[in-house]
Nanobody, 122 residues
Framework: QVQLVESGGGLVQAGGSLRLSCAAS????????VGWLRQAPGKEREFVGS????????YYAESAKGRFTISRDDAKNTVYLQMNSLKPEDTAVYYC???????????????WGQGTQVTVSS
């Protein structure tokens, strides 16, 4: 059972940056996909981006391309979401999620973190 713990959310002004972290409780198998989804008030949860542990391949939603970057630290078993040029519409609860296969869009992943709030003020 993989446990995921997010950190790094907060309040930032539009145009600013935040980095979210997702620490896994056990060593992530090379076949795992780990990434982020978000849910804004009154909206459905949406995919943000993911990384395939085997080769570091990253995959992003259109809304994240060019602004967000996902990376991993093998030694710390941690995935990061670097968010730049933040917009008010990026305000949401961000969830780390993981699956045991190459699930690039993280459709129905079995493992979830508790979520961290990101608020972008205009």
């Amino acid at each position: 059972q993989v446990q995921l713990v997010e950190s790094g959310g907060g309040l930032v002004q539009a145009g600013g940056s935040l980095r979210l972290s997702c620490a896994a409780s056990e060593r992530t198998h090379s076949g795992y996909t780990v990434g982020w989804l978000r849910q804004a008030p009154g909206k459905e949860r949406e995919f943000v981006g993911s990384i395939w542990w085997r080769d570091g391949y990253t995959y992003y939603a259109e809304s994240a391309k060019g602004r967000f970057t996902i990376s991993r630290d093998d030694a710390k078993n941690t995935v990061y979401l670097q968010m730049n040029s933040l917009k008010p519409e990026d305000t949401a609860v961000y969830y780390c999620a993981a699956d045991t296969w190459r699930n690039q869009r993280l459709v129905n992943p079995p493992y979830w973190g508790q979520g961290t709030q990101v608020t972008v003020s205009s």
